[in-house]
């Protein structure tokens, strides 16, 4: 059990003294600034073409179980969406924000570190194929969905270009593209650049869950909604139920990557589901609230998890 917690602590623990920090020096939202800046365009960028450009091409090339990945997601989205607007009588923006809260996971500020700490570098190429696709996922989901709900999806050409732009630019995206081309090519880094990126790339877990907490401290739960009692079980249950299995029944893979894709998708809601929710002004407090409420329930829920991937309890293969 010592083991489990000398995991899980480190990651929640950078979480919570972010939380506490943000309450007791009580900075502004404003402050956070630079510290997303760093992480969003140089930390994070850094580690995933730090990863991808030393790992070998054919690793690369995993279509099905990218494919595969995105399905389950993707489901995710299908269902919370379609329960919210038969129950809840959603809009399709609203519905679309509670779907991404369903199905988009905080695979940008947790996942690296509690892959990589659980699972070492083995889980480099499965967290960064399943963080560049299902971003560009969910990039593409919500602008195109609330252009119909609005009206303004008479210029396809227009909101394809817009969609591209968003995706194509995005630091992530352009660092996987990187990290992928150094690998084809076989580039490596001068020694001073190298170890440039090793400083930036170690300091990319910390800073994003630390990151994390601060956040979660400026935007307190006021209240809880009505809708997180089927948002939630989905984000933090279904999603990495429906991975396993839809891993297990499809393919037969490395056990490595089994795990980091079920892990990925049992953890708490993305932060990016606020500032889409911000973007178009719609579910703005009950999407923070649902990440709020997710992270604290995902200490109990991920912890169970790696104990019973760990301890052997969850087999690699439901169906060898």
């Known amino acids: 059990m010592m083991e489990i917690a000398g995991l899980v602590f480190p990651l929640f623990g950078l979480i919570l003294l972010g939380y506490m920090a943000a309450r007791i020096t009580k900075q502004p939202e404003a402050a956070m600034g630079w510290l997303s800046t760093f992480i969003v365009y140089v930390s994070l960028p850094c580690l995933f073409f730090k990863l991808l450009s030393q790992t070998p091409v ?9 494919g595969i990945n995105l399905l389950a997601t993707f489901s995710v989205f299908v269902m919370v969406f379609g329960i919210s607007k038969a129950t809840t009588r959603s809009t399709t923006p609203e519905a679309t924000i509670q779907g991404l809260a ?44 609330m252009a119909f709900a609005s009206g303004k999806a008479n210029n396809i050409g227009g909101l394809v270009f817009e969609i591209g732009k968003k995706v194509l630019l995005h630091p992530f995206i352009l660092a996987t593209i990187a990290g992928v081309s150094a690998a084809v090519i076989g580039f490596t880094p001068p020694t001073p650049i190298e170890r440039l990126i090793d400083y930036l790339a170690q300091a990319a877990a910390p800073c994003a869950l630390f990151a994390m907490g601060v956040t979660l401290a400026l935007r307190p739960l006021r209240r809880i909604p009505g809708e997180l009692s089927f948002i939630i079980p989905f984000n933090l249950a279904v999603h990495p139920v429906l991975m396993y299995l839809a891993l297990s029944w499809f393919g037969n893979f490395d056990p490595i990557w089994v795990y980091t894709a079920v892990l990925l998708a049992a953890l708490p809601t993305a932060t990016n589901v606020f500032v889409i929710a911000q973007q178009y002004g719609v579910w703005i407090e009950r999407a923070s609230a649902t990440i709020l409420l997710s992270t604290m329930i995902s200490v109990v829920s991920v912890t169970a998890l790696i ?8 087999p690699a293969d439901l169906f060898p």
């Open 58 to 66: 054919e690793k690369l090339a995993s279509w099905d179980f990218i």
């Open 102 to 145: 369903g199905a988009y996971g905080n695979i940008g500020f947790m996942g690296p570190g509690i892959a990589l700490l659980s699972f070492g570098e083995l889980a480099a190429v499965p967290l960064a194929l399943i963080f560049c696709f299902e971003n560009i996922m969910h990039f593409t989901l919500a602008p195109t969905l």
């Open 307 to 314: 104990y019973a991937i760990t301890t052997g309890l969850m």
